[in-house]
Protein backbone atom coordinates (compact mmCIF):
# COMPACT_ATOMS: atom_id res chain seq x y z
CA UNK A 1 0.00 0.00 0.00
CA UNK A 2 1.09 3.51 -0.81
CA UNK A 3 1.97 5.49 2.42
CA UNK A 4 -0.72 8.78 2.85
CA UNK A 5 1.19 11.68 3.90
CA UNK A 6 -2.05 13.78 5.69
CA UNK A 7 -1.41 17.43 3.97
CA UNK A 8 -3.30 20.16 5.93
CA UNK A 9 -1.90 24.03 6.40
CA UNK A 10 -2.32 23.08 10.53
CA UNK A 11 -0.20 20.06 10.08
CA UNK A 12 2.47 22.16 8.07
CA UNK A 13 2.54 25.14 10.62
CA UNK A 14 3.04 22.89 13.58
CA UNK A 15 5.16 20.66 12.34
CA UNK A 16 7.18 23.92 11.75
CA UNK A 17 7.22 24.63 15.14
CA UNK A 18 7.87 21.12 16.48
CA UNK A 19 11.36 20.47 14.23
CA UNK A 20 12.61 24.42 15.67
CA UNK A 21 15.51 23.24 18.37
CA UNK A 22 14.22 25.90 20.37
CA UNK A 23 11.26 24.33 21.12
CA UNK A 24 10.99 23.80 24.52
CA UNK A 25 9.78 20.40 26.00
CA UNK A 26 5.91 21.84 27.14
CA UNK A 27 5.20 22.85 23.58
CA UNK A 28 6.81 19.48 21.81
CA UNK A 29 4.87 17.39 24.04
CA UNK A 30 1.59 19.19 22.94
CA UNK A 31 2.81 19.72 19.31
CA UNK A 32 3.01 15.92 18.90
CA UNK A 33 -0.34 15.53 20.88
CA UNK A 34 -1.97 17.77 18.42
CA UNK A 35 -0.30 16.20 14.78
CA UNK A 36 -1.43 12.56 16.87
CA UNK A 37 -5.21 14.10 16.65
CA UNK A 38 -5.19 14.51 12.41
CA UNK A 39 -3.40 11.72 11.77
CA UNK A 40 -6.10 9.83 14.02
CA UNK A 41 -8.72 11.44 12.05
CA UNK A 42 -7.40 10.52 8.61
CA UNK A 43 -6.59 6.96 9.66
CA UNK A 44 -10.10 6.33 11.39
CA UNK A 45 -12.18 7.59 7.83
CA UNK A 46 -12.64 3.93 7.20
CA UNK A 47 -14.08 3.57 10.69
CA UNK A 48 -17.32 1.08 10.98
CA UNK A 49 -20.78 2.31 12.39
CA UNK A 50 -23.89 0.85 13.98
CA UNK A 51 -27.17 2.43 14.44
CA UNK A 52 -28.57 3.07 17.34
CA UNK A 53 -31.59 5.12 18.48
CA UNK A 54 -31.13 7.73 21.28
CA UNK A 55 -33.35 10.49 22.69
CA UNK A 56 -32.41 14.14 22.44
CA UNK A 57 -33.86 16.80 24.44
CA UNK A 58 -36.72 17.48 21.53
CA UNK A 59 -37.22 13.62 20.44
CA UNK A 60 -35.89 10.30 19.33
CA UNK A 61 -33.83 9.67 16.45
CA UNK A 62 -31.18 7.32 14.64
CA UNK A 63 -27.70 8.24 15.05
CA UNK A 64 -24.44 6.17 13.85
CA UNK A 65 -21.76 4.80 16.44
CA UNK A 66 -18.58 3.21 16.51
CA UNK A 67 -17.76 0.60 19.15
CA UNK A 68 -14.30 2.25 20.30
CA UNK A 69 -13.13 -1.08 22.18
CA UNK A 70 -12.98 -2.50 18.48
CA UNK A 71 -9.65 -0.43 18.07
CA UNK A 72 -6.18 -1.30 20.01
CA UNK A 73 -3.61 1.67 19.76
CA UNK A 74 0.05 0.34 20.34
CA UNK A 75 2.99 2.79 21.08
CA UNK A 76 6.42 1.69 20.55
CA UNK A 77 8.49 2.52 23.26
CA UNK A 78 9.57 4.61 24.72
CA UNK A 79 8.57 7.92 22.03
CA UNK A 80 5.11 6.11 20.74
CA UNK A 81 3.82 7.20 24.43
CA UNK A 82 3.73 10.86 23.92
CA UNK A 83 1.71 10.02 21.19
CA UNK A 84 -1.06 8.30 23.30
CA UNK A 85 -2.63 12.13 24.94
CA UNK A 86 -3.49 13.10 20.84
CA UNK A 87 -5.53 9.11 20.68
CA UNK A 88 -7.28 8.69 24.03
CA UNK A 89 -8.50 12.54 23.58
CA UNK A 90 -10.31 11.14 19.81
CA UNK A 91 -11.19 7.70 21.16
CA UNK A 92 -11.10 7.50 24.44
CA UNK A 93 -12.62 4.06 25.34
CA UNK A 94 -9.75 2.83 22.72
CA UNK A 95 -7.60 -0.37 24.46
CA UNK A 96 -3.72 0.67 24.41
CA UNK A 97 -1.21 -2.20 24.48
CA UNK A 98 2.29 -1.77 24.70
CA UNK A 99 5.78 -3.10 22.64
CA UNK A 100 9.20 -2.45 23.52
CA UNK A 101 11.81 -4.32 20.90
CA UNK A 102 15.50 -4.18 21.12
CA UNK A 103 17.73 -6.42 18.67
CA UNK A 104 19.87 -9.59 19.67
CA UNK A 105 23.50 -8.05 18.16
CA UNK A 106 24.18 -11.56 17.42
CA UNK A 107 21.13 -12.97 15.76
CA UNK A 108 19.87 -9.40 14.82
CA UNK A 109 16.33 -11.15 15.66
CA UNK A 110 13.89 -8.47 17.11
CA UNK A 111 13.72 -9.34 21.24
CA UNK A 112 10.45 -8.14 23.37
CA UNK A 113 11.50 -6.69 26.28
CA UNK A 114 7.89 -5.39 26.96
CA UNK A 115 5.06 -6.40 25.81
CA UNK A 116 1.63 -5.90 26.74
CA UNK A 117 -1.73 -6.11 24.26
CA UNK A 118 -5.65 -6.52 25.38
CA UNK A 119 -7.06 -10.11 24.98
CA UNK A 120 -8.43 -10.44 21.65
CA UNK A 121 -6.48 -8.55 19.28
CA UNK A 122 -6.93 -10.53 16.57
CA UNK A 123 -10.79 -9.32 16.41
CA UNK A 124 -9.51 -5.80 16.52
CA UNK A 125 -7.98 -2.96 14.42
CA UNK A 126 -4.39 -2.79 15.59
CA UNK A 127 -3.22 0.83 14.84
CA UNK A 128 0.85 1.18 16.26
CA UNK A 129 2.12 4.59 17.06
CA UNK A 130 5.54 5.82 16.71
CA UNK A 131 7.02 9.52 16.19
CA UNK A 132 9.36 8.38 13.92
CA UNK A 133 9.98 5.96 10.89
CA UNK A 134 13.35 5.96 10.43
CA UNK A 135 15.04 2.69 9.13
CA UNK A 136 12.07 1.16 9.87
CA UNK A 137 13.11 -1.73 11.93
CA UNK A 138 11.16 -1.01 14.90
CA UNK A 139 8.07 -0.71 13.00
CA UNK A 140 8.61 -4.13 11.02
CA UNK A 141 9.31 -6.17 14.12
CA UNK A 142 6.52 -4.74 16.29
CA UNK A 143 4.06 -5.45 13.42
CA UNK A 144 5.65 -8.86 12.81
CA UNK A 145 5.25 -9.45 16.26
CA UNK A 146 1.24 -8.44 16.38
CA UNK A 147 1.18 -10.50 13.20
CA UNK A 148 2.41 -13.61 15.35
CA UNK A 149 0.02 -12.77 18.20
CA UNK A 150 -2.82 -12.98 15.84
CA UNK A 151 -3.44 -9.39 13.90
CA UNK A 152 -4.91 -8.91 11.21
CA UNK A 153 -5.67 -5.44 10.36
CA UNK A 154 -3.09 -3.39 11.47
CA UNK A 155 -1.94 0.49 10.70
CA UNK A 156 1.12 2.38 11.50
CA UNK A 157 0.67 6.19 12.38
CA UNK A 158 4.19 8.36 12.31
CA UNK A 159 4.73 11.90 12.42
CA UNK A 160 7.92 12.27 9.98
CA UNK A 161 9.03 9.39 7.85
CA UNK A 162 12.16 8.49 5.95
CA UNK A 163 11.95 7.21 2.00
CA UNK A 164 14.21 4.51 3.78
CA UNK A 165 11.99 3.24 6.42
CA UNK A 166 9.11 3.54 4.03
CA UNK A 167 10.45 1.45 1.38
CA UNK A 168 11.48 -1.36 4.12
CA UNK A 169 8.01 -1.37 5.80
CA UNK A 170 6.16 -1.64 2.43
CA UNK A 171 8.43 -4.70 1.31
CA UNK A 172 8.05 -6.65 4.57
CA UNK A 173 4.24 -5.22 5.28
CA UNK A 174 2.74 -4.43 1.87
CA UNK A 175 -0.72 -5.09 3.61
CA UNK A 176 0.39 -3.08 6.52
CA UNK A 177 -1.12 1.43 6.09
CA UNK A 178 0.91 3.53 6.69
CA UNK A 179 -0.37 7.64 7.65
CA UNK A 180 2.48 10.00 8.50
CA UNK A 181 2.82 13.90 8.31
CA UNK A 182 5.55 14.23 6.90
CA UNK A 183 8.24 12.42 4.81
CA UNK A 184 11.59 14.06 4.62
CA UNK A 185 14.70 13.52 2.47
CA UNK A 186 16.77 11.23 3.99
CA UNK A 187 18.70 9.50 6.59
CA UNK A 188 22.05 10.16 7.80
CA UNK A 189 25.21 8.31 8.67
CA UNK A 190 23.87 7.61 12.01
CA UNK A 191 20.12 6.68 11.19
CA UNK A 192 18.73 10.18 12.31
CA UNK A 193 15.84 11.41 9.82
CA UNK A 194 17.19 14.83 7.36
CA UNK A 195 16.02 17.30 8.47
CA UNK A 196 13.59 15.68 10.90
CA UNK A 197 13.81 17.06 14.15
CA UNK A 198 15.91 15.18 16.57
CA UNK A 199 15.64 11.85 18.98
CA UNK A 200 11.42 12.56 19.51
CA UNK A 201 11.83 10.37 22.89
CA UNK A 202 14.40 12.38 23.99
CA UNK A 203 12.46 16.17 23.55
CA UNK A 204 9.35 14.62 24.65
CA UNK A 205 10.75 13.49 27.96
CA UNK A 206 13.36 16.51 28.36
CA UNK A 207 16.44 14.50 28.21
CA UNK A 208 18.10 15.82 25.22
Do not use: W
Not at 81 to 102: C, E, F, Q, R, S
Not at 119 to 142: F, R
Not at 148 to 161: M, P, T, V
Amino acid sequence: MKPIKVEHPLIEHKLAILRNKKTGTKEFRELISEITLFLCYEAMKDAKLTEKEIETPITKTKVHVMNEKDYVFVPILRAGTGMIDGIVKMIPNAKIGHIGLYRNEETLKPVRYYYKMPKGIENKQVIIIDPMLATGGSGIDAITLLKEDGAKDIKFLSIIAAPEGLKKMQEAHPDVQIYCAAIDEKLNDVGYIVPGLGDAGDRIFGTV
